[in-house]
């Protein structure tokens, strides 16, 4: 498990990106997708990990007036994600994570399509 989590860490770092108050660029895509493709997860693991254990930690800053736009603390970003998938087999953990994201999908939607659109050119 422990080989399982180190691989995730870069990943949540890269989907944290969609989470900050700032308009990302071609070149923050075309990273994120790079780190992804070194995963070896496929785009439906990649969103379940969004769904799962990044937008649990970070939801709140894509309504907030005043959201981080700098960057989330890494260390602090590694142990919310952990204590996450460490949930993610409580049924109630994930319907309410499932029902808050059924309001909150519309604000990441477009990176995940950016996202796609340039796992499927290469």
Not at 72 to 86: A, P, R, S
Request: hydrophobic share 40%; aromatic share 14%; with cysteine.
């Amino acid at each position: 498990m422990q080989q399982k989590l180190e691989n995730r860490k870069e990943v949540w770092k890269a989907i944290s990106l969609f989470y900050l108050d700032t308009e990302l660029q071609e070149p923050d895509y075309k990273y994120i997708t790079e780190i992804f493709k070194k995963s070896n997860l496929t785009l439906a693991e990649l969103k379940e990990i969004d769904l799962l254990e990044v937008f649990p930690a970070l939801q709140l800053n894509l309504t907030n007036v005043a959201g981080e736009w700098a960057g989330f603390d890494e260390e602090w970003l590694i142990k919310v994600c952990t204590e996450n998938y460490n949930k993610r087999g409580n049924k109630l953990f994930k319907t309410i994570t499932k029902l808050r994201n059924v309001f909150s999908y519309w604000m990441r939607k477009k990176h995940w399509e950016i996202i796609e659109g340039l796992c499927n050119a290469k």
